[in-house]
């Protein structure tokens, strides 16, 4: 059973930053796919960034502002998120292949 636990969200005025982490537990493997999405509200939840092995991928948004790392000896993965937007505002999500979720962690981007 993998259990993914996100931490590091909170209220941040626009241009700051923020890290988010996320700690898994279980049997995980470092060459499965990790990465992060996030849901505003009234939206679909939305990719952000994924990493799979050293391979990275962000969305358009994330592209150029936040930055996905993964320490397979810690089983963390990291969203450093830079210049950040009001329209960032959302709930991100820790992803694992195969489905699992963490409970998310709220991030509010505002004056």
């Known amino acids: 059973q993998v259990q993914l636990v996100e931490s590091g969200g909170g209220l941040v005025q626009p241009g700051g930053s923020l890290r988010l982490s996320c700690v898994a537990s279980g049997t995980i493997f470092s060459w499965n796919l990790m990465g992060w999405y996030r849901q505003a509200p009234g939206k679909k939840r939305e990719l952000v960034a994924i990493v799979i092995g050293d391979t990275t991928n962000y969305a358009d948004s994330a592209k150029g502002r936040f930055t996905i790392s993964r320490d397979n000896a810690k089983r963390t993965v990291y969203l450093q998120m830079n210049s950040l937007k009001p329209e960032d505002t959302a709930v991100y999500y820790c992803?694992?292949?195969?489905?699992?979720w963490g409970q998310g962690t709220q991030v509010t981007v505002s004056s």
């Open positions: 992803y694992y292949a195969e489905g699992h």
